[in-house]
């Protein structure tokens, strides 16, 4: 169960899609697959871990951590109680809150200090105290408040990211609207704050809106529409770049468990509904 707030700091709306408080008392017998979703978490954990699968192998994760974005599924089972507060960022923020280039987060799991060093060390503390959600929000918003920093390149490449939301058409999605300058340019601008390039972006992107057409209660299509919505050019080529992402067919995905499609889905299907209410 997660509860999520939204910022109060009018300067970090567009930045963090929300803070959650995360509560889980559960024994799960397999691993689920967090697809990739463009966006990087940063987890404050004040009881109990969870299981990730790295490599084939099992990982007890137990410190506060970071994950950086996704260009694969991560694999991850929870064993019995585990309390979280997440700060969950919006594709290329958190580079206002790090001078650490993205590439070197990508598809990463990271202890939290070794990211944010002494800083967040001091806020961890404080929230270890349990005080009340009201006052751990307002830590986290100072917290990040206080690592904030914005220059021109950063607001560049979060505009040319905004270009791929404005509207969930594949169309836009495979036209990407970079303007005329040097793609290259771009590409390393991409790499450096996003943490991938333009055009495996926009894969994502792809897999996200054939993801929310596959499992939106009010927009449910055949995998055939979504295929061709989605801007694939065939079955094939949807199947192959599905499995790519999420480790497992579309069919596969449509039918796993509930609780593995609402946490993959209840951020992506939000985007994109609103994505779509915006562009009415």
């Known amino acids: 169960m997660a509860n999520h707030f939204l910022p109060s700091a009018k300067v970090l709306k567009p ?29 404050i954990n004040t009881n109990g871990y969870y ?4 490599n084939n192998a099992a990982v007890f994760v137990k410190e506060s951590h ?3 974005i996704k260009t694969k599924s991560g694999f991850v089972k929870t064993n019995g109680n585990i309390n979280t507060v997440t700060i969950r960022f919006y594709p290329g923020a958190i580079r206002y809150f790090t001078n650490i280039p993205s590439d070197e987060l990508t598809d990463q799991v990271l202890e939290a200090s070794s990211i944010f060093g002494n800083e967040f ?4 503390s404080k929230i270890a105290e349990n005080p009340s959600k009201e006052e751990v929000l307002s830590l986290v918003e100072s917290f990040l408040l206080s690592r904030l920093h914005i220059h021109d390149s950063l607001e560049k490449t979060r505009f040319r990211i905004s270009t791929f939301y404005s509207d969930p058409s594949v169309n836009l999605l495979d036209n990407i609207r970079i303007g005329k300058e040097n793609y290259k340019s771009i590409e390393r601008e991409f790499i450096k704050n996003l943490g991938v390039t333009p055009k495996l972006f926009q894969r994502i992107l792809q897999f996200n809106y054939a993801t929310f057409m ?4 009010n927009n449910r299509k055949s995998l055939t529409d979504v295929c061709y919505s989605a801007g694939y ?39 994109f509904t609103q994505s779509r209410k915006m562009s009415l």
Request: glycine share 2%; with cysteine; hydrophobic share 35%.
């Open 214 to 217: 596959l499992t939106s209660q």
């Open 51 to 54: 299981e990730r699968k790295q």
């Open 66 to 68: 970071f994950i950086g």
């Open 233 to 271: 050019y065939d079955q094939s080529h949807f199947i192959k770049s599905f499995k790519q992402f999420a480790s497992m067919t579309p069919v596969e995905y449509c039918h796993n468990h509930e609780e593995m499609i609402h946490r993959n889905q209840q951020v992506i299907n939000h985007i």
């Open 121 to 124: 060390k001091l806020i961890e």
């Open 15 to 43: 930045l963090v899609r929300h803070i959650s408080f995360s509560e889980f008392d559960s024994h799960q017998n397999d691993f689920i697959p967090v697809i990739p979703d463009g966006m990087t978490e940063l987890v």
